[in-house]
């Protein structure tokens, strides 16, 4: 193997594309990072747009190969389950775990950035260029054009990657090229951020636990953070009689959330302000095909493959994709034409799997958590997994808690749901005939 590498270009500076440069730099790659927006460290975050993360087992796994995990972790608020709010009574607690001590975390999408950040540019051989926005890729020849506050510029690389997120431009222009097809498909929802602020200096809700208010076809999440508040999400439909097009004025907005998440107004002074002034955001998923051009121009996590954020998986699957392109890099001798391809045969069916559970988990959080029916299945998958440990394992628990492939984890799943159903028909059959039995003694 060479120990003199050329130049690979990473297109987007946020989570992935940090922790890749992390991972092309370790292997001795010279990298250019180019980022269309200033440098966040500098910066302002822009309002509402914050959206915190569940870092959970895979995500932390690739932070441990380069040594991050344990400062990222330090200002960590493990969740070990959810809390349910109903519009009326009391809340309940629906443990992730059997044993009740696992948990995914809740973290700073900002602070995480920053701290990705910060240890690419201390490796050798990264660089950033921010302000840099990509309109132009010539996917066979590798140069790349950029618009900045000083007019346009060129670059050119061997290789060029991009993990710039669900808006990609490097798939705008690999799309444009001719090289590649992609769908995307919207929900007709959004979603919307509130603030819950610290109360006396403390947490005005449970902080080891991710709030639902859930409300048929509606429902708000809240995730601690390490300054005692809480970043709530309205995930809302987008139109119709009870959406974000529906509320305007002060006066209705404060009347909504009054008769629908009454517990939440006295914890949300800025309610009203925040309603008003944030943005909605778009929810959607995106799938294309084929995640690489030439050997030399690839596509991961959101860029490839965005899902909705209702499993919190975004993150950690990108995360995990770093992991593999890692490995394939190590089988194909770093040879890209061989591992680009290879990654994407990798990683494009656990893609899929991931995102159809995501879309599931928002119908199951958003309709199905208050449902006696529902609470009643988890306590019997509990069950299942005390009275059988390592061979029943709920999916939850293989998502998050596992680094155990999306697209097996699908397949286990149906297996385990398929034997405890012909286990359930069985035991049905046997009391029937039981019964049937017993009345014709009686005769």
């Known amino acids: ?9 990473v297109v987007g500076a946020g989570l992935a594309g940090c922790l890749l440069a992390c991972f092309l730099a370790r292997r001795g790659y010279p990298v250019a990072l180019y980022e269309r927006r200033p440098d966040p460290r500098t910066g302002t975050v822009e309002r509402g747009r914050s959206i915190n993360l ?7 796994d690739a932070l441990r190969r380069i040594g991050l995990d344990e400062q990222v972790m330090a200002d960590a608020l493990p969740m070990r389950g959810r809390m349910i709010h109903p519009v009326e009574g ?28 910060d240890a690419a540019t201390a490796l050798p051989g990264v660089r950033v260029a921010f302000d840099h926005r990509l309109v132009g890729l010539d996917p066979v020849g590798g140069e790349m054009t950029f618009e900045t506050p000083q ?29 590649l097809t992609e769908s995307l498909d919207f929900l007709d929802y959004g979603y919307k951020e509130l603030t819950i602020p610290p109360i006396g200096g403390e947490f005005a809700l449970d902080p080891g636990a991710l709030h639902i208010w859930p409300r048929g076809t509606s429902m708000m999440i809240a995730l601690p953070n390490p300054d005692r508040s809480f970043t709530c999400t309205l995930f809302w439909p987008t139109h119709g009689t009870r959406s974000f097009a529906s509320l305007s004025s002060p006066a209705a907005i404060e009347r909504f959330f009054a008769d629908h998440y009454p517990d939440l107004v006295p914890l949300a002074p800025n309610l009203v302000d925040d309603y008003q002034h944030n943005p909605v955001g778009v929810l959607g998923t995106v799938r294309c095909t084929p ?18 954020p209702f499993y919190g998986q975004g993150a950690n699957c990108a995360f995990e994709d770093v992991v593999e392109l890692d490995r394939c890099l190590d089988e194909c001798d770093d040879e890209w034409a061989a591992a680009l391809p290879l990654f994407q045969h990798r990683r494009q069916d656990d893609a899929e799997a991931i995102a159809r559970m995501a879309l599931a988990n928002f119908v199951e959080m958003r309709d199905k958590v208050t449902s006696p029916v529902f609470r009643t299945r988890k306590k019997v998958e509990h069950a299942l997994e005390r009275a059988l440990p390592g061979r029943y394992v709920s999916q939850y628990e293989l998502v998050s808690f596992s680094t155990t492939p999306y697209a097996r984890v699908r397949r286990r799943v149906r297996r385990q749901y398929a034997v405890v159903g012909a286990v359930a028909a069985g035991a049905a059959a046997l009391l029937a005939a039981g019964v049937g039995a017993a009345l014709g003694r009686r005769r």
């Open 90 to 117: 009391e809340s309940q607690f629906q443990s992730y775990s059997v044993s009740g001590d696992r948990a995914i975390n809740s973290i700073s999408r900002g602070a995480l950035n920053n701290a990705l950040l």
């Open 54 to 60: 569940a870092l959970s087992e895979r995500g932390l």
């Open 1 to 9: 193997m060479s120990t003199e590498r050329d130049e690979v270009a």
């Open 291 to 308: 995640w690489q051009v030439a050997g030399r121009v690839g596509l991961l996590g959101d860029a490839a493959h965005a899902i909705v």
């Open 151 to 179: 007019g346009k510029v060129t670059a050119t690389a061997s290789v060029v990657l991009g993990a710039d997120g669900a808006g990609s431009a490097v798939r705008g222009q690999l799309l444009a090229y001719g090289g």
